[in-house]
């Protein structure tokens, strides 16, 4: 087991596991703004703050009004152009309109399209204009790519290093094979000689000195007789 390789995969498996678990802490926003506006609607009267948004968008208000609540009303840029003009508006969002607002906040996010808001208050009162702090804040949505496949390949990645350092050890290294000595051995072997090759000798020649095989009765050097 490569116990390095195991300890990768490890840490990188869990860096994956959290950003699949935790995107919004990992992955921060492309695109942030945030602005506080003051409005002031006229007794009987009504004020607007535009807000287009691109994709992927989502837009974050918070308002508040004194002294007196107003009517808010949330659309998009064509209901709002025909309803300033006194006709009834066509697109109005009632699940984020609210009537009688003090203390009010609310979020919507865009789709793969863009679109253009438009915030509304309608004063309800006749003869005391209201004072509204409408805080603003607008950021994009991480993408499909970021809180999914991204973090879903890093798990991958990390789970086969896992796996190739358990199944993968360190390769042993062979000691090489013993050198075999020379046949002959020694001086003899340097020089091609074989100590085991020699013929036994039993004497040698009385008049040469030349080496006599056991039995041989002449000499085979000078062919004399041997006592």
Known sequence: MNFRLVALGLLIAVIGVLFILYPSYLFTPSHYSQATKLVRVAPGNYSSIPEPLLSQQTLNVEIQSSPQPVDFFLMNSSSYSAWSKGSPPTDVYPQYSKFNVS????????????????????????????????????????????????????????????????????KEVEAPPPEEEPKGGGLMGLFGGSQDSASPETGRCRYCGASVPEGAAFCPSCNRSQP
């Open 103 to 170: 203390d009010y906040s609310f979020s919507v996010s865009t789709g793969s399209t863009a679109q253009s808001y438009t915030l509304v208050f309608l004063s309800r009162s006749l003869s005391t204009p209201n004072n509204l702090i409408v805080r603003i804040s607008v950021d994009s949505q991480s993408s499909f790519l970021q809180t999914n496949a991204i973090p879903l390949l890093i798990l991958v990645c990390g789970v086969a290093i896992v796996l190739v350092g358990a199944t993968r050890g360190k």
